[in-house]
């Protein structure tokens, strides 16, 4: 079955860094986009950054800023989240998630995606 499973998350202070994993399987992960989203308490699910199987076409949200990258290892169907200079508005859970086909032009539409992880907490204090 459909496997996509996150790893990486945790704890840090405002500065800090994390690296995201995304395991996956089940699934023809090179067919796929892959992505990133994250879900904040009381917020709406919005798109982190996206990568095609080639890793050349990549899009992040606005918020991103230079902070995070995104890569994928597709012999290792993993995927990956580097994130740098944290701060407090980054606290929510991570959420990995493949989308069928080459990827979307946005991260905009989250129900578009086919498949989605449990997720992994992080949290930046300040």
């Known amino acids: 079955q459909v496997q996509l499973v996150e790893s990486g998350g945790g704890s840090v202070q405002a500065g800090g860094s994390l690296r995201l994993s995304c395991a996956a399987s089940?699934?023809?992960?090179?067919?796929?986009?892959m992505g990133w989203f994250r879900q904040a308490p009381g917020k709406e699910r919005e798109g982190v950054a996206r990568?095609?199987?080639?890793?050349?076409?990549?899009y992040y949200g606005a918020f991103v800023k230079g902070r995070f990258t995104i890569s994928r290892d597709n012999a290792k169907s993993t995927l990956y989240l580097q994130m740098t200079s944290l701060n407090p508005e980054d606290t929510a859970i991570y959420y990995c998630?493949?989308?069928?086909?080459?990827?979307?032009?946005?991260?905009?539409?989250?129900?578009?995606?086919?498949?989605w992880g449990q997720g992994t907490q992080v949290s930046v204090s300040s």
């Open positions: 998630a493949a989308f069928r086909g080459y990827c979307p032009g946005t991260l905009n539409d989250a129900k578009t995606w086919d498949y």
């Open positions: 089940g699934f023809p992960y090179n067919s796929y986009c």
């Open positions: 990568v095609w199987t080639s890793g050349l076409t990549i």
